[in-house]
């Protein structure tokens, strides 16, 4: 379903993401990590067309994206949570849900169901929540748009445990249907739980690209020196 061919991204003339390849397919679930600056929040701004595409090819159901257009993954049934999470602050949580909302699409999880607390505060500026809620508006903001691919950027900032176990159960129930999953996850051991496959990033590279297994673990734990 999406694609990445020797893929260059950064900003301006800065370099950041080096010929990356990988493709991401129906129904998979992929963690993206990697030590703080090596270029995850660069990669995901460059495949939506928010950095700088400096090289190469992205594909989405067989279908070239063209750089510098957001519009046209979102059109197609891509969505991102950005790192800041990309909620509208003058607007309330409600108004924030139904503009993420699409005519013709409804998920299989309904995320005011997974976040209760979005319908309590249906008429709170979202601009006046706390960082865990607005990242759970967020949250549901990506669940709402991604008919075919949902990618979050940091998932588990801000969220207590009870939650995050919600939000991956909700995904989970999300990529059964087909939809694809990347996720940036600042804690990676947990995300290697949960995931399907791992992108392990340095240094702008994917050094590791591999499904989740014990040699993996093993591999990713060596990289990202968590022992
Ligand atoms: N707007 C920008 N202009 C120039 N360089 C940038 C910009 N944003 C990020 N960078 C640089 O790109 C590199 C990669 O940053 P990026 O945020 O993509 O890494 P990351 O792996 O997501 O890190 P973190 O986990 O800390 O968010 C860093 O060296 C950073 O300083």
Redesign the pocket.
């Known amino acids: 379903m999406l694609t990445l061919r020797a893929l260059n991204g ?2 301006g003339q ?1 370099a ?1 993401v080096r010929d990356v390849n990988t493709e991401i397919g129906d129904g998979e679930i992929v963690a993206l990590v ?1 030590r ?8 995901l701004r460059t495949i939506f067309g928010l950095a700088d595409r400096q090289g190469g090819e992205i594909t989405f159901d067989g279908r070239p994206v063209p750089p510098k257009r957001p519009d046209v993954l979102a059109r197609w049934g891509a969505s991102l949570m950005p ?1 800041d999470r990309g909620v509208f602050p003058a607007l309330t949580v409600e108004e924030n849900l139904t503009l993420a909302t699409r005519k013709s699409f409804r998920p299989v999880v309904d995320p005011r169901e997974v976040f209760p607390l979005l319908t309590e505060r249906r008429r709170q500026l979202a601009g006046t929540l706390s960082g865990g809620q607005k990242q759970q508006l967020g949250i549901a903001r990506a669940l709402l748009a991604g008919q075919r691919l949902i990618v979050v950027d940091e998932l588990t900032q801000g969220l207590q445990p009870s939650i995050v176990r919600d939000v991956v159960d909700a995904l989970g129930q999300v990529a059964a249907t087909g939809v694809a999953v990347l996720v ?1 996850d600042q804690h990676p051991d947990q995300a290697l739980d949960w995931c399907h496959r791992v992108l392990v ?1 340095e240094s702008g590279r994917l050094a590791l690209d591999a499904p989740i297994g014990i040699d993996t673990r093993q591999r990713c734990h060596e990289l990202l020196m968590l022992r």
């Open positions: 950064g900003y800065a950041v990697g703080n600056g090596m270029g995850k929040t660069t990669l790192e940036v990033m």
